[in-house]
Nanobody
């Protein structure tokens, strides 16, 4: 079993920056995929960014160039650096993990991930 514990988030004005962290506790397999998802009220959960054990990254078009996903393997921690934030980025953000490689077409499919963080709110005001 793996437990994902998130930190970071909060409120910021449009154009500001925030960083989210997601610490993984438990046994970590050598092959994995981790991602950041977000869910706004009344909307479906959507993938934002993903990274695999080889360090390959993927981003949703809506955040490309503004968000950066990274990992610190020594700390078993995943990060999401969010710059140039917009009001439409307001949502509850979740980190997620699963073992083994994922087809690129499934990277942003929530059902492919078995482990989830508790969520952290990000609010961007105009």
């Amino acid at each position: 079993q793996v437990q994902l514990v998130q930190s970071g988030g909060g409120s910021v004005q449009s154009g500001g920056s925030l960083r989210l962290s997601c610490a993984a506790f438990g046994y970590i397999y050598s092959s994995y995929c981790m991602g950041w998802f977000r869910q706004a009220p009344g909307k479906e959960r959507e993938g934002v960014a993903a990274i695999d054990s080889d360090g390959s990254t993927s981003y949703a078009d809506t955040v490309k160039g503004r968000f950066t996903i990274s990992q610190d393997n020594a700390k078993n921690t995943l990060y999401l650096q969010m710059n140039s934030l917009k009001p439409e980025d307001t949502a509850m953000y979740y980190c997620a993990a699963d073992w083994g490689p994922l087809d690129n077409r499934l990277l942003f499919s929530p059902r492919e991930y078995n482990y989830w963080g508790q969520g952290t709110q990000v609010t961007v005001s105009s």
